[in-house]
């Protein structure tokens, strides 16, 4: 029963199809009548009759357009629905009917409707008063009512309670369908990538080797040109390899993490200084804090893997950021935690991928022609790791992107509160 949000959040692809088969189900096993309706009150099963009364409702119109039933039904519906709790009601004092919320996730997606049963041994006169409010022959009504037991509150308890635990085994149903559906998904990104992005280097590296055999033997400057080509490209193909190698560890918690006194700072300054080079070649300004003015920042972390998160913020700052654009490392520390932020004046992030950009595989195709999206999803593991957090905000498309990541400070050596300026290098 899987669903796909429509323009305002609500499921517009639930398999009500599937809930009519499960809940026609329940109308046999406890011959009550019942109907589901979705989010904006629009009847999406039923009414689903067994006993005789309920065929005689049916029959006689009650779930037609402006009928009592329709009302009736709607309003109780309504009332699950706002509330998240089940709800009851009853037509003349004799008719009993519940409401239960249909959930999923923290999600209201609608109510199901059920009883139209009588609470005690019904009588002539009080079949002829149901008959006259819901349009029914009363005479009819009583001639069905006298041959079929009362509901007792009891019996619609235990009804309530077993539609509940129908409800909760037929969403977690669909819950599992929906993950599995995800995880399909995923492998066919998966191969798809892996596929083309493991492909492309190895093609460039035979197109090299090929043209060095045809006659570039005898040039040494030719040589040494498709030489320092070719180990660019081993050295994509090594960390495409070496990403799927750590995602994986991440997904079976084999990631291994050193954790040891080390210094913030020097970790800081190593993933700048990794990606000066290619900061400048785009005229990029990078704006940093005096990180020596900071003293050593002492941090409990594998230093190795932490400059690793900030090499990854900062290669894909630079990545998205144009030809004289600028990028920001922001720090700060209070007793208790080290706050570092990295901003940039680059393409943004769409609001509709900012839930999903710490996921495997999750890309901005916009000037992303390298990589497998594993990245951020293997930073977010480290940080989590370290007891940290990462998050991310992005204005949209052209508004550049901000990521901030919090790492707890050592116990021993917790300092108060000191913001650091931001001087250009």
């Given at each position: 029963m899987n669903e796909i949000a429509d323009a305002d959040g609500r499921p517009a692809g639930w398999d009500w199809d599937g809930w009519r088969r499960a809940l026609a189900r329940f109308a046999a096993a406890t011959e009550l009548c019942v109907c589901a309706y979705d989010h904006d009150l629009a009847r999406q099963a039923g009414p689903l009759a067994s006993s005789k009364v309920a065929r005689l409702l049916v029959n006689s119109g009650?779930?037609?357009?402006?009928?009592?039933?329709?009302?009736?039904?709607?309003?109780?519906?309504?009332?699950?629905?706002?509330?998240?709790?089940?709800?009851?009601?009853?037509?003349?004092?004799?008719?009993?009917?519940?409401?239960?919320?249909?959930?999923?996730?923290?999600?209201?997606?609608?109510?199901?409707?059920?009883?139209?049963?009588?609470?005690?041994?019904?009588?002539?006169?009080?079949?002829?008063?149901?008959?006259?409010?819901l349009g029914v022959d009363g005479a009819r009504l009583w001639a069905e009512a006298r041959l079929e037991s009362p509901v007792t509150e009891a019996r619609m308890t235990?009804?309530?309670?077993?539609?509940?635990?129908?409800?909760?085994?037929?969403?977690?149903?669909?819950?599992?369908?929906?993950?599995?559906?995800?995880?399909?998904?995923?492998?066919?990104?998966?191969?798809?990538?892996?596929?083309?992005?493991?492909?492309?280097?190895?093609?460039?590296?035979?197109?090299?080797i090929e043209l060095l055999l045809r006659g570039a033997l005898a040039d040494p400057e030719a040589i040494r040109a498709s030489l320092v080509n070719m180990k660019h490209h081993v050295q994509t193909e090594a960390r495409l390899v070496e990403d799927l190698i750590e995602a994986a560890r991440t997904r079976t918690g084999q990631l291994r993490i050193d954790m040891h006194l080390t210094s913030l700072r020097d970790i800081l300054k190593a993933a700048v200084s990794a990606v000066l080079p290619h900061a400048e070649a785009k005229q990029i300004d990078i704006a940093i804090p005096d990180l020596e003015e900071a003293g050593q920042l002492p941090i409990v972390a594998d230093a190795h893997r932490l400059q690793q998160v900030f090499w990854n913020l900062l290669s894909n700052a630079v990545k998205f950021t144009p030809v004289s654009g600028r990028i920001e490392l922001q720090l700060q520390r209070d007793a208790r935690t080290y706050a570092v932020s990295v901003t940039d004046t680059g393409s943004g992030i769409e609001e509709a991928l900012l839930p999903h950009v710490f996921k495997p595989f999750t890309k901005q195709l916009k000037a992303n022609a390298q990589g497998l999206g594993l990245g951020l999803s293997i930073a977010h593991h480290i940080v989590e790791r370290h007891g940290g957090t990462i998050s991310v905000e992005s204005a949209g498309r052209d508004a550049g992107a901000a990521f901030h990541v919090t790492l707890p400070v050592p116990v021993q050596t917790r300092p108060q509160r000191r913001p650091f300026g931001s001087p250009s290098l």
């Open positions: 009650v779930w037609n357009e402006g009928r009592l039933g329709a009302t009736v039904e709607r309003d109780l519906a309504a009332q699950a629905i706002e509330t998240g709790a089940a709800a009851q009601a009853s037509v003349c004092d004799e008719l009993r009917l519940r409401a239960v919320p249909l959930s999923m996730g923290d999600q209201v997606r609608g109510a199901i409707v059920y009883g139209w049963a009588f609470a005690t041994f019904g009588t002539p006169l009080g079949c002829e008063r149901i008959g006259r409010q235990v009804y309530t309670e077993l539609l509940e635990t129908m409800i909760e085994s037929t969403v977690r149903h669909a819950e599992v369908v929906e993950h599995l559906e995800e995880l399909g998904r995923l492998r066919e990104v998966f191969l798809a990538s892996v596929s083309h992005e493991l492909r492309t280097p190895l093609s460039v590296l035979g197109t090299r």
